[in-house]
């Protein structure tokens, strides 16, 4: 079983959709929970981290379930401009906290059409 | 600050041949790595550095080489291509011990090898 699982897309949307990606994570020990961005070509970039409490930026909620391990994001209001790749990035933090190493989902393609 | 730099952009390879990926970042981060990223497979990581003169091996080390003198550079070596690793190639950097913050990825390296 993969590590980080993702919907597989891709998503194609109209405007002002709402469009939720889930993600699971295969790791209990996983500590840190990020959804990355990446455009076509281009190298990928925060979105957002990933919070137990949930945590919401504008149009973006994430959402963490650590008992389920099980992430998720939600984009309300889908603009032509949210159209790329979804990364779902979990981290295993290594004993005494030293630097762990991103572990990336596949991702998922998002486009939003006019 | 530039952030994370990395030369080349693109490079063509013969079956054999060497080369080294270029990566450099001025934001003093300790914490270095090196991902290939193939299409279906999501970002693998390759090799990483937590500091000056320590680098350990990720997920798929095979084939590469990499040495971290200082703690803005992060060169990777093939020291003889294969065709399987045709690949876009992203350094990426983050300060140690923080593992909740963002990794900053450089632009990318388009590698084909013939």
Redesign the interface.
Known sequence: RKE?EQDPGPFNVPEGATVAFNCTYSNSAS??F?WYRQDCR?????LM?VYSSGNEDGRFTAQLNRASQYISLLIRDSKLSDSATY?CVV?H?TYG??????I????TKLSVKP | NAGVTQTPKFQVLKTGQSMTLQCAQDMNH??M?W?RQDP??????IH?S?GAGITDQ?EVPNGYNVSRSTTEDFPLRLLSAAPSQTSVY?C?S?P??R??E??Y????TRLLVL
């Open positions: 980080v500590q840190s990020f281009k190298e990928p970039k925060l981290s990364l981290n933090e906290g030293s630097q762990g190493n991103l990336f989902g596949k991702g | 300790e914490y790595s991902y279906g497979m999501g970002l693998r990581l990483y937590v990720g992203f990426a983050t140690l011990g593992a909740w963002t990794q990825f450089g632009p990318g």
